[in-house]
């Protein structure tokens, strides 16, 4: 089952908040009150221990003091600017490799309601090229990392692997060998050059044009990424934001992080 972190943040910045609330506006002046009258009926002196029993807070409200504070700053930073996403498979390779740690630009393409996902800020729009985190759109609870290919309105073209948009070729040069099945390719999409994997068997051919509101998206490894070719757009109101960067390497729970891979996204 796939937790959905920004539903339980928000979630508990709401209980949390409520808990807040009733302390400042409800709880704290009826304690108050209570010592008040407390102290009256001692005729003015009252010890402090008892002062401070009459003063303590429930547990729920000492709670939410503590946490709303913290789960609401995390809920603002990681809905409307920044989110960390950790890459799960070797599609994006070999930009992302497994185990990456990213920073996602959350502001990048608007700001979007959590949770709801609704646009309230419009400004910048995804481009060939960008690196994109999104909603899985066959299973919405999922996030996956993928390269835009073409964009709303684009007429898309594959021939033979290479890239053709709007009847322009995506200029792609052989780097070298990974494998002695794999080859490296440089490749030229929009205004990014960066590195791509393909395997040495012959690709399908095929066109489509992108309608509104949804993007074609693939992986960096060519020939080992689940992606547009085979389950189709990626809608506008999927999109989670652009990855800008790694900040850190981590395989597995029992190796050691580290920042071979930091650096910016190309």
Not at 2 to 17: A, C, H, I, N, Y
Not at 111 to 127: A, F
Not at 162 to 168: D, E, K, L, R
Not at 210 to 228: A, C, E, V
């Amino acid at each position: 089952m796939d937790l959905d972190f920004e539903l339980l943040l928000t979630v508990l910045v709401g209980v949390f908040g409520v808990g807040y609330a009733l302390d400042v506006w409800l709880w704290k002046p009826a304690r108050i009150k209570v010592l008040e009258l407390a102290i009256t009926r001692a005729g003015g002196e009252l010890p402090e221990a008892q002062q401070v029993d009459l003063m303590r807070e429930p547990m729920f409200a000492e709670y939410s003091r503590s946490f709303f504070p913290v789960l609401a700053f995390v809920l603002v930073l990681r809905s409307f600017f920044m989110e960390p996403y950790q890459i799960p498979s070797g599609s994006m390779l070999p930009t992302l490799t497994v185990g990456d740690f990213i920073v996602v630009n959350k502001f990048e393409y608007g700001v979007r309601l959590p949770v709801l996902g609704t646009k309230v800020l419009d400004y910048n729009d995804p481009k060939a090229g960008d690196v994109m985190v999104f909603k899985y759109p066959k299973n919405p609870a999922i996030k996956y990392i993928k390269r835009v290919v073409a964009v709303p309105g684009d007429t898309l073209e594959l021939r033979d692997k290479v890239i053709y948009i709007n009847g322009q070729q995506m200029a792609q040069t052989y780097v070298a060998d990974a494998s002695p099945t794999t080859e490296i390719y440089l490749e030229q999409l929009g205004d990014v050059e960066h590195l791509i994997w393909r395997n040495k068997n012959p690709g399908k051919n095929g066109s489509i044009t992108i309608p509104s509101g949804q993007y074609f998206t693939m992986g960096d490894n060519r020939d080992g990424s689940n992606d547009s070719r085979y389950w189709g757009f990626v809608p506008e109101a999927n999109i989670t934001g652009k990855a800008v960067a790694v900040w850190l390497h981590w395989d597995s729970f029992f190796s050691l992080p580290n920042f071979s891979t930091a650096g910016s996204i190309d």
